[in-house]
């Protein structure tokens, strides 16, 4: 098994499904007992037909049915056998305030709920709606360059200068603004790029060298510190990937050498 050349087969009843919007991603499907990880962005966890458990890093353990999990929260889920959805939020949009309004987050990096999967799910699958008009305009101009070149090497000195702050006051904005890191944000952004990128290339080559990463094995490392698997497991779970933007389906099922 590697990393890059991955076999399109058409399977009749996928295991799992990847749905990818601009700045969104949503996964259902098994939960492939995942590692301790970090993410880039806010992911709200379902149990799609049980109860989980959330550890996070200092050994707190949760069982709920539910979880808001913010960016840079170092965690590990027990699916115990079950189904999980994961919504991966885009920073600062009006889809993932509306969750932690749901939830009753507030600033708390965890909150955990109850709720029936249903009602979560709706959180998961809603159109995005309009944006906040209180994002400062220049950080939504820096966030929507980056959604949409995330290959650029240009840092955050360059992106600073364009919008006329300095670069500590930028970055402060920044992560004050969609509760990530400028450097998280674009490691979202790399990933959303690199799994469109699949979608019209089929390797993970071509993907990494789409999306800005040095080699297939740095999106690999990378994947896996952000989401506690490698890309090529996910594949070779029989993933289903949607393209929203355009409507496009990819069917994966094995990873061949």
């Not at 996964?27 to 970090?38: F, I």
């Not at 070149?149 to 402060?172: C, I, K, M, W």
Request: aromatic share 8%.
């Amino acid at each position: 098994m590697t990393d890059d050349a991955l076999s399109p087969t058409c399977c009749p009843e996928p295991s799992a499904r990847l749905n990818l919007w601009p700045g969104r991603a949503v996964y259902s499907g098994p939960s492939l007992e995942l590692d301790l990880h970090s993410g880039s962005v806010a992911v709200l966890a379902i149990g799609t037909d049980k109860e989980f458990t959330l550890e996070t890093a200092d050994g707190t353990r949760r069982t709920a049915r539910g979880a808001l999990i913010r960016a840079r929260v170092p965690h590990r889920i027990e699916a115990h056998g079950g189904w999980m959805t994961f919504c991966y939020f885009e920073p600062g949009s009006a889809a993932e305030r509306a969750c932690v309004a749901a939830l009753g987050a507030g600033e708390a990096p965890v909150a955990v709920s109850a709720a029936e999967r249903k009602d979560l799910v709706q959180l998961c699958v809603a159109p995005e709606r309009p944006e906040s008009p209180d994002i400062d305009p220049r950080i939504r101009a820096a966030a929507r360059k980056l959604l949409k070149d995330p290959q650029l090497a240009d840092g955050a000195t360059e992106f600073a200068s364009r919008v006329g702050l300095s670069r500590s006051r930028f970055l402060h904005l920044f992560r004050e603004q969609t509760g990530t890191s400028f450097r998280r944000y674009r490691m979202w952004a790399r990933m959303l790029r690199a799994g469109r990128a699949f979608l019209d290339y089929g390797t993970l080559t071509d993907a990494a060298a789409e999306a800005g990463f040095s080699s297939p094995s740095h999106l690999s490392s990378a994947f896996h510190a952000t989401f506690g698997l490698r890309p090529s497991r996910l594949l070779a779970a029989g993933c289903v990937i949607v393209d929203e933007t355009y409507a496009t389906t990819y069917w994966t099922n094995e990873v061949s050498g």
